[in-house]
């Protein structure tokens, strides 16, 4: 399933035909796509969605896990890391941080080490059970 964000609004978009509804086929979204792919079976039982957030600026692999949301965001253009983040519902400390960076690897793997890459973190840490 893919979900788009954009302007507060979260809508759920379908690939093929091309209307207002469809995913978008850039680069990134392609990637995530075929990433999502290769993720294991314990992965696609914690609801892996794509996610395309304009307002946030990233298309990645959201997670739904026992600890609450972890995004594997794909590369931006003024980096060339992919990020796994870790979403907290409310702000954590004082100062009203809303996500924490669990790990960051280099955007030099191919698709099928990016999903287990991302799989052996969840699972080590304790956000797959």
Excluded: W
């Excluded at 850039?26 to 039982?45: D, G, H, M, S, Y």
């Excluded at 594997?72 to 983040?85: A, H, K, V, Y």
């Amino acid at each position: 399933m893919e979900i788009a964000i954009a302007g507060g609004i979260v809508r759920r978009v379908r690939g093929g035909a091309q209307n207002e509804r469809s995913a978008p086929m850039t680069p990134k979204a392609v990637q995530a796509r075929t990433i999502a792919n290769f993720l294991p079976l314990v992965c696609e039982r914690a609801g892996a969605k794509i996610v395309h957030n304009a307002d946030a600026g990233y298309t990645g692999v959201r997670f739904e896990t026992v600890n609450g949301p972890v995004i594997l965001q794909m590369p931006t253009e003024d980096g060339n890391d992919f990020r796994i983040i870790h979403e907290f519902i409310e702000p954590s400390d004082e100062n009203g941080r809303t996500e924490k960076e669990i790990a960051h690897f280099p955007a030099i793997y191919k698709p099928q080490g990016v999903a287990h890459f991302t799989a052996q973190i969840l699972n080590s840490r304790g956000f797959l059970g």
